[in-house]
């Protein structure tokens, strides 16, 4: 069984747990103490990933890093449909990984703003995070917005979400808890309602379930 | 000494904690914020803790003369200090010397707050099977009972008894859900402790405390310790669970509004399940508080 | 800060932004809303901020007809914000006074508007009315310098700026194209610019016009922002949050008066809906209807007179009118074949708020509904309101035959959870529900209305068979007693201090109101439960089919519309 070395309230590890519930893939978690016992920075962490950061999985020997790569692997070995990462399309593989890059820049920002915060990195700008997050909301909410007005739910075309969605959501719907708001972006909350909507998605701490969607009668 | 930020002289003379002695183990210089005022603090190669208000903002050095340190005392864990003289000794919790116990900090979380919503927070059973679905409550299991809440004129505590929630899997190993027995103290304005009963042992219960700091009006650093009678679950289980609960708490505490603790009793509605909320309300008027509320007009 | 900003509409949201069974959050002039789309397509503009603990509402869940607060699961209803469950008390009906603060709001020109204080209508946008609305963009600046700034805004040859009236710009190309910005104020140094062009567009002009204004727009924003950020900001706007009512701050709150008919509202649909049973909606004529709870009942006062209790039937949500279903009684008085008669499509009414005396629980594990001809409509409400939330239940319908079933497109919804039962006799129907009731258990609770004979026998049953006393809630719909008021005794109050006499040939109720006190009450035939009072001491003749066999032995408490003293004296806890 896959071992996801996990820690509840890393939205780069919630990313994995997510794209697992979607497609319904059995995994072990082996809970890492991030904080208070800075364990990934631990001797016995490092030498699963120097770089001394979550989350890592072993699939059976296959020990990867980093949330985004994560995702990829396990899209494309697992998800039999090839929705979540369609590996035929050059396309949407562009596509997705500039979304991907986006994702990325999501944590540098409203994901080191709200370590900030919450856990004092006291190291972090965070005017500069803070900043840096609003610049890529309205980039994001621009797309999403003339993404909804052609009919498109998600970042990518298609009528299935892919994990460019999956990547870009725990930063996101998390980035109150680093004080930025998301008021000024409509078009992400409403794909954020609508991502809680895909069945088999899963809550962390701070994040709610959406409520029923209409009936499709 | 320049001034303090803070006028409330309630707040001024009380005991705060700033930090988890197990975070500041490594003997440098940290800092923090109580009350909207820098302090500094470390601990000396005698072992004990010094706490005092840097007069530089960038610099770490220890002050030579003594007279400008903070009191200090080490207790459940923490580094406490104050601002003024307290007329109180800190709050006891008998627990936690209790030798079959295990005293664990849990985790210090910043959140944008009142100390006094984060308080009032802790003492709700309410919100349990909305904000903490399938852990502490579920629907549709939601209504709160009866129980009881008295002001103990003695140690000026608030005690709520006989509170009882239903939990599902209220016992570890079980899939039943059942009535868990709980116990709310609020011994400190900015304090509280909860005691739960016990899956192991009847008679005895666990507790839970979380001194809150109050950074400023609005913003808290929450610390969290438990004193358990566990002898199975790994430490690094009990902490996440705590972490857990309390990341189910705090986008509930960031959206409260106003931030600051309303203490006229015509600005929120209360219900009969806010009865400890109402006393701790009524307690903080009484005492006069002003820091991180908003004080009745009237 | 002047009362006139106030008292102006803005708009808010586009109408896009606002798809069912989603919360927007807006801001103006420092107030947060809470905007939603129920499922009947009425747009709510709340203030963000539930009454109880002050959590945003923007954070909770638009179930289609109410709003649910994500911190203690508290339920308003559409159009009227009035709090409809409280799920810490769950036997409990909250006070219907308990109501979330609303602003006025209206849909037009592809926007919601909304304004503290707003009367009258939205701004005419004469020439803009087929409009294509812009993707809005919000920036950081004051909303002054962003109107300012769009006077000089250019998308096409020729472009020439002008204010209007109403704070608007309109700007006008060589060709006569045009578009018009609102800047809605935000907060001090926040705002939204909102456009609108005068043309329907559709297709990829419609996208590369979007487009274009959209990038103008941002172009814009860059340098408003840097002006923006040149000058001294502005202290932001601190609304008021309004006070609650003396009576909400308070535990214990309850007691509205007597018969009054306080609202006036018009026949709006009148039909058979089966036979015998005549169904009747009603529509506010002026301003919104007062919330209901499932369970509760209007008092509806007749032309010829008469004053009549009927259950209400609506779901969650139906908040814009009543519905009531009413049985032509062959051995009436009056009032149900004055209904049949004589009510008829635009008539107006006087009726009573709605009050709630047979509340639902929604914290049961399974909820067992059992009704009886017309006792079915306040178990329909109910039922509706459990089925939209997922909740666990069977309804048993008990009926003379199949035409004698009303609603049945309001059941249609219930599917497999509704039985009906037709044309039982008596013994087979004491079987039918030995079978129904089979199964006591934690968490069950079982809500019945019907004739006299058939909920005293569901009653003995539940009993028989195990279920607790608080378990089985009922509501009579009228009581078969015969009232004996021929005998006279004092009556003391504790709290009034005061010694009345009760006479022959009136009742306690009565004696009360000729002597100031103000009572509650309803039906004034023992069945309802309005007019309920403690007692202190005395004995009581029970005359009344709303206290249960239990609490009329402990004698706690009395119906002084009907019930009298079995001693000479008689101490009531008013």
């Avoid at chain 1, 082996?30 to 904080?35: A, H, R, W």
């Avoid at chain 1, 370590?115 to 980039?139: E, K, Q, T, V």
């Avoid at chain 2, 009380?14 to 490594?26: G, K, N, T």
């Amino acid at each position: 069984m896959i071992k996801l070395y996990d820690y509840e309230l890393s939205g780069n590890c919630y990313k994995l747990r997510l794209l697992m519930s979607f497609l319904g893939i059995e995994y072990a978690s082996e809970l890492i103490d991030f904080y208070p016992g800075n364990q990934h920075k631990a001797e016995a962490f490092r030498q699963i990933n120097p770089l001394g950061q979550l989350p890592v999985i072993d699939d059976d020997g296959l020990v990867l890093r980093d949330a985004q790569a994560i995702l990829v692997y396990l899209a494309s070995k697992y998800d039999g449909s090839g929705q979540w990462y369609p590996t035929d399309s050059p396309q949407m593989l562009g596509q997705i990984s500039q979304w991907l890059a986006l994702a990325d820049a999501i944590t540098a920002t409203a994901s080191a703003a709200r370590l900030h915060d919450a856990l004092f990195y006291n190291h972090i700008d965070i005017d500069a995070a803070r900043n840096g997050a609003h610049r890529l909301f309205r980039m994001l909410d621009e797309h999403l917005w003339f993404a909804e007005d052609t009919g498109q739910d998600w970042i990518c075309p298609g009528d299935h979400p892919t994990i460019a969605d999956i990547a870009c959501f725990p930063y996101t719907i998390l980035s109150e808890e680093g004080g930025i708001s998301r008021m000024d972006y409509p078009a992400i909350r409403r794909w954020c309602d609508r991502f809680k909507r895909i069945p088999g998605f899963t809550v962390m701490s701070g994040v709610f379930p959406a409520g029923p969607a209409v009936d499709a009668a | 000494m320049p001034e303090f930020t803070c006028k409330d002289p309630v707040a001024l003379n009380l005991w705060h904690v700033i930090a988890s002695v197990e975070e500041v183990a490594d003997g440098s210089v940290q800092r923090t914020q109580l009350l909207g005022d820098q302090v500094a603090f470390t601990q000396r190669a005698d072992g004990d803790f010094i706490v005092w208000r840097p007069t530089d903002s960038n610099s770490d050095s220890v002050p030579s003369d003594p007279a400008v340190l903070l009191p200090v005392q080490q207790k459940y864990g923490y580094i406490w200090t104050t601002f003024g003289t307290p007329e109180h000794d800190i709050f006891a919790i008998p627990e936690f010397d209790e030798s079959d116990r295990r005293n664990i900090h849990a985790a210090t979380f910043g959140v944008h707050v009142s100390a006094p919503r984060a308080i009032e927070n802790f003492l709700d059973m309410g919100h349990f099977p909305y904000v903490h679905t399938d852990i502490l409550g579920a629907e549709p299991h939601t209504e709160v009972k009866e129980y009881y809440v008295d002001v103990s004129e003695e140690r000026d505590e608030i005690v709520a008894t006989n509170c009882k929630f239903w939990q599902p899997m209220a016992a570890a190993g079980s899939t039943d859900g059942a009535d868990v027995d709980y116990i709310y103290r609020v011994p400190h304005p900015y304090c509280s402790v909860l005691y739960k009963s016990c899956p192991g042992e009847e008679s005895r219960l666990d507790a839970v405390a979380v001194f809150v700091q109050p950074v400023d009006e609005e913003h808290v650093r929450a610390h969290m310790m438990l004193t358990l009678i566990d002898e199975v679950s790994a430490d690094t289980a009990i902490r996440l669970f705590q972490q857990t609960i309390f990341g189910q708490d705090k986008p509930i505490l960031e959206n409260q509004y106003p931030k600051r603790l309303p203490l006229d009793p015509r600005a929120e509605t209360p219900i009969r399940a806010d009865k400890s909320a109402i006393a701790y309300r009524r307690w903080l008027t009484g005492k006069g508080i002003t820091y991180g509320v908003i004080p009745s007009a009237a | 800060m002047t009362t006139d900003l106030h008292s102006n509409w803005y708009p808010i949201a586009s109408s896009s932004d606002l798809p069912n069974r989603h919360v927007y959050q807006a801001q103006l002039l420092g107030r947060e809303f809470a905007v939603w789309r129920a499922d009947d397509g009425y747009v709510n503009v709340w203030e963000n901020r539930c009454l109880h603990r002050g959590v945003r509402l923007s954070i909770g869940i638009n179930d289609g007809q109410e709003l649910k607060c994500q911190y203690h699961g508290w339920r308003y209803a559409n159009r009227t914000a009035g709090c409809t469950y409280i799920p810490a008390h769950p036997a409990d009906a909250p006070s219907r006074t308990i109501c979330n603060n609303t602003y006025p709001a209206q849909e037009a020109h592809g926007m919601v508007w909304a304004g503290e204080m707003a009367v009258g209508e939205v701004p005419a946008l004469d020439g803009f009315e087929a409009a294509t609305v812009l993707r809005p963009i919000p920036l950081n600046a004051p909303q002054e310098m962003v109107s300012n700034s769009l006077l000089a805004y250019s998308f096409a040859d020729g472009c020439s700026g002008a204010p209007n009236e109403d704070g608007s710009v309109t700007i006008t190309a060589g060709d006569g194209a045009a578009v018009r910005f609102y800047v809605q104020p935000v907060n001090s140094n926040h705002s939204v610019i909102r456009g609108i062009l005068n043309k329907e567009l559709t297709g990829s002009e419609r996208l590369s016009s979007l487009k274009l204004h959209d990038w103008k727009l941002q172009e814009l924003r860059s340098k408003v922002e840097a002006e923006a950020a040149q000058s001294e900001p502005l202290a932001p706007m601190e609304p008021v949050f309004a006070r609650v009512s003396e009576l909400l701050s308070e535990l214990p709150h309850e007691t509205t008066d007597g018969r009054t008919a306080e609202l006036r509202v018009t026949v709006t649909k009148k039909s058979m809906t089966a036979e015998g049973i005549v169904s009747l909606r009603f529509d506010s004529i002026k301003g919104q209807l007062p919330t209901f709870q499932p369970g509760a009942h209007i008092d509806v006062h007749l032309q010829n007179g008469l004053i009549r209790q009927y259950s209400l039937t609506n779901g969650p949500g139906e908040t814009d009118h009543y519905t009531i279903g009413v049985k032509r009684e062959p051995d009436s008085r009056g009032g149900s074949v004055s209904i049949h008669d004589a009510v008829k499509k635009g008539d107006l009414l006087a009726v009573s708020a709605p009050r709630n005396n047979f509340p639902l629980r929604r914290d049961a594990v399974h909820t067992i509904f059992v009704a009886g001809g017309i006792g079915v409509t306040p178990l329909i409400s109910m039922a509706r309101t459990l089925n939209s939330q997922g909740h666990s239940f069977e309804f048993h319908y008990f009926v003379q035959s199949k035409n004698h079933a009303a609603f049945k497109q309001e059941m249609g919804e219930f599917d497999k959870a509704l039985t009906l039962h037709e044309g039982l006799s008596p013994d087979e129907t004491g079987a039918k529900l030995r079978e129904v009731l089979s199964a006591p258990g934690d968490s069950r609770h079982v809500y019945i209305c019907g004739p006299g004979p058939m909920l005293e026998a569901t009653r003995d049953i539940a009993d028989a068979q195990g279920w607790p006393d608080g378990a089985i809630h009922f509501e009579y719909f009228k009581n078969t007693i015969e009232l004996d008021d021929s005998n006279s005794f004092q009556l003391d109050l504790a709290r009034s201090a005061m010694t009345l006499n009760v006479p022959a040939g009136k009742t306690i109720l009565e004696v009360l109101r000729e002597n100031g006190i103000n009572m509650a009450s309803s039906c004034e035939q023992g069945a309802c439960g309005t007019c309920r009072v403690g007692v202190i001491e005395g004995d009581v003749i029970h005359q009344d089919v709303y206290l249960s066999p239990g609490e009329k032995a402990e004698g706690k408490s009395i119906m002084t519309c009907v019930s009298r003293a079995a001693s000479d004296r008689l101490i009531l806890d008013i």
